[in-house]
């Protein structure tokens, strides 16, 4: 019976995390502002300044990447959360949703940053300064509740 050889199995884990450093996931990154995306004239200035701080990166086409984005596997599970997010909401793509999306989303907006669903916990652990106050979340879920009243 052969001896398990720690040596060789360090090997080739090593062999194999250098491996999948060549396969990456395409960045979400774009420079223009699509025609679609969530009107200016509907986010007052200090609530836009809160999405692009707290949200843009997962629910817009422009992720400001960390340092580590550029390590695997943690550019694909970056990658996926990223697809997620635009999946249930994308800010750049909010005016081409119907009206009755467009509701619904602004709803979920509310519920899920007055619950404290987002943004996620793995991201504010990282990312600080994403955390919501209390006066941060009321703000957002004010803003939400009444342009979904307007609409």
Sequence with gaps: MKRFNSKK?????????????????????????????????????????????????????????????????????????IKDGKRHLNFDEFESYPIVKQKKKLGEIAATVKSEEMPLSSYTLIHRNASLSKAEQQIIVNWANHLKQAK
């Design 9 to 81: 199995l360090l090997l080739v884990l090593v062999l194999i995390l250098l491996g999948i450093q060549l396969f990456r996931p395409e960045k979400n990154i774009s420079i223009a502002v699509p025609a679609q995306a969530i009107s200016p004239t509907l986010v007052p200035m200090q609530v836009g300044t809160i999405l692009k701080t707290s949200c843009y990166d997962c629910h817009s086409n422009n992720t400001s990447y960390p340092w580590y984005s550029h390590i695997q596997p943690i550019a694909w599970w970056l990658n996926s959360h």
